[in-house]
């Protein structure tokens, strides 16, 4: 196969929203090998982590190829973020992004597919640091998270359990966590019913 060509997604579903135009997929791909290098993984290692073959990884990274969202959630959860995350950081760089931005409740929300519930971020493009509002109804605990960048969480409704790094502490509405880069995380609501949560990651 020659080197341009792109290969296709196994598990493609074109519906998905993943980013479309040539530049988009360029700095999708830029993050993501950015993730990866910061996390020191190599394109065998994800490979072996998402079950997507490394050709077509090394595709993406190079803008040459456009995962589904089921492919960006395996990947995203390798590289320790969420595919909300990785097609906020295809939308364009710091200099296309507004001086200020507004947004109203539930504007934006799509589903965040990691733990389960949705998610919503409230700035675009290339910031210093992304907050986002997640909703959610998990009772179980679900799989760890664990990123290089610093973290805080503030719960907004609901009473949350949060495991820090095997420590469990419940976080009641207005009451928050912060913890530093490498903490393996996880959250899940104490009782039935849903919680809200505003996420702001460093960049």
């Known amino acids: 196969m020659a080197?341009?060509?792109?290969?296709?997604?196994p598990s493609a579903d074109r519906s998905a929203d993943t980013p479309r135009d040539d530049q988009a997929g360029q700095r999708l791909g830029a993050h993501i090998r950015m993730l990866r290098r910061a996390r020191r993984l190599t394109l065998v290692q994800v490979a072996t982590e998402t079950d997507l073959s490394h050709p077509f990884l090394s595709q993406i990274e190079?803008?040459?190829?456009?995962p589904s969202l089921g492919s960006l959630r395996r990947i995203a959860v390798a590289l320790g973020t969420s595919p909300i995350e990785l097609i906020a950081a295809a939308e364009?760089?710091?200099?296309t992004a507004p001086a200020v931005e507004v947004h109203r409740r539930g504007d934006g929300a799509v589903a965040a597919d990691f733990a389960s519930g949705s998610a919503r971020m409230l700035a675009h493009g290339d910031r210093a640091f992304r907050p986002m509002e997640y909703e959610g109804e998990n009772t179980e605990p679900g799989e760890h998270f664990v990123h290089a960048e610093d973290e805080f969480v503030y719960?907004?409704?609901?009473?949350?359990?949060v495991d820090l790094d095997g420590?469990?502490?419940t976080l009641d509405a207005t009451e928050c966590a912060y913890f530093r880069g490498g903490v393996r995380h996880r959250w899940w609501s104490?009782?039935?019913g849903m919680y809200r949560l505003l996420i702001v990651k460093s960049t």
Not at 155 to 161: A, H, I, R, S
């Open 167 to 169: 420590e469990l502490r």
């Open 92 to 95: 364009g760089p710091a200099s």
């Open 155 to 161: 719960v907004l409704e609901g009473t949350v359990c």
């Open 3 to 9: 080197a341009s060509a792109v290969l296709a997604d």
């Open 62 to 66: 190079r803008g040459l190829a456009q």
């Open 190 to 192: 104490v009782r039935p």
